[in-house]
């Protein structure tokens, strides 16, 4: 039995796809047979020590936190400096065998510093803003400040892992002498098991899943929404389920276009409220400028959605044209409203195209192989040749 530490400022009910991601390969080390602490972030009324009944322990540190959906640079920088604080005792105590860091800031330093004091080897697991590259809305002078720290924490991981293989690309493009893995992301197949039948009547039923950022485009979504011929548009619905900043903005663009009764936002769904949210739609849309790889667009192929994606990196390595889903350029307004006209009219396709995204989530990836994937990579303490993907768990 290994002792592996996790580290990740975002943690559920705190964060998007990467506390997911978290979540879900602490459980799995743990069905493994392996002891998992998870540091996280401190919020709400949250207990600071929690002991799961799946054998995961949680400790949450005071960083300031106030929002779910996302973090300032001042709470990141507290959960860097109380997580270093955290590091003396876990290094005491808990000794453990090796750490995975997600995000290389603000989470890199204290896996470093669990090194400096044991010589426990750690993992940096990118994924996605954390790569000086990444974009979207105002971090890139972010990166040129970080950007140092960020390679001098990379050089002395064990391993540097990426979760597609577009991130690992911009990683390479950063920092190419350095050596990247990859491990995608996974998802609980049985958990979001499609719905025993859909209607394939006149209306459909159009769902979105993550933070209500930007980044997301749901402002290309709504245009397009718009574009379609009244009676169309009448005939289609769309719930937004997530919440953040652009929030306030995106409902007042949606009752200027006359699209309030056709949006709801339903804001944050709780784990077991999630699973019924996929099986309620007909369609899956992602209209995203920029990702890691999204769990959302996992979680909806293994619920049998038809996906409509942006043509990026992290979408491009899940969505296979015209066998999973459609795809199309980001903030491609009339590209996205034929693809929405196209699944209007054609309930075969939205079957066959869920069918096969299903397939291909059952057959290529699975949080058991992703979990054993970080643990055999992290207690080797070494990753792939320069310029291949070391790691893969489909």
Known sequence: MARLLLINYEFPPLGGGAANATDNTARELAALGEEVLVLTSAFGGLPRVERRADGVEIRR??????????????????????????????????????????????????????R?????????SLRGGDVPGFQYDGISLYHRLAGPVIGWLWRRASVVVANSEGLADLARRFAPDRPIAIIPNGVDAARFAPADARDDGDRLSLLFVGRVVRQKGLDVLFEALASLPAELRACIGLTIVGDGPARPELEAQAARLGLSERIAFRGWLGRD???????????????????????????????????????????????????????LDVDDTPALAAALARLAADPALRRRLGEGGRRRVVDHFSWRAVAAAYRDLSLAGRGGRAGEPAARAE
């Open 61 to 114: 540190i005071p960083t300031l936190r106030r929002r779910r959906d996302r973090s300032s640079v001042v709470e990141m920088l507290a959960f860097l400096a109380s997580s270093l604080v955290m590091v003396p005792w876990i290094a005491a105590r808990w000794r453990p065998d090796a750490t995975v860091a997600y995000f290389g800031l603000p989470c890199g330093p204290a896996a470093w510093m669990v």
């Open 116 to 124: 400096a004091l044991t010589g426990t080897p750690y993992v940096v």
């Open 273 to 327: 409220e999630l699973p019924a949210a996929y099986r309620a739609a007909d369609a899956f849309i992602f209209p995203s400028r920029d990702e890691g790889m999204p769990n959302v667009v996992l979680e909806a192929m293994a619920a049998g959605l038809p996906v409509v994606a942006t043509r990026i990196a992290g979408n491009r390595d899940l969505v296979v044209v015209e066998e999973t889903g459609l795809m």
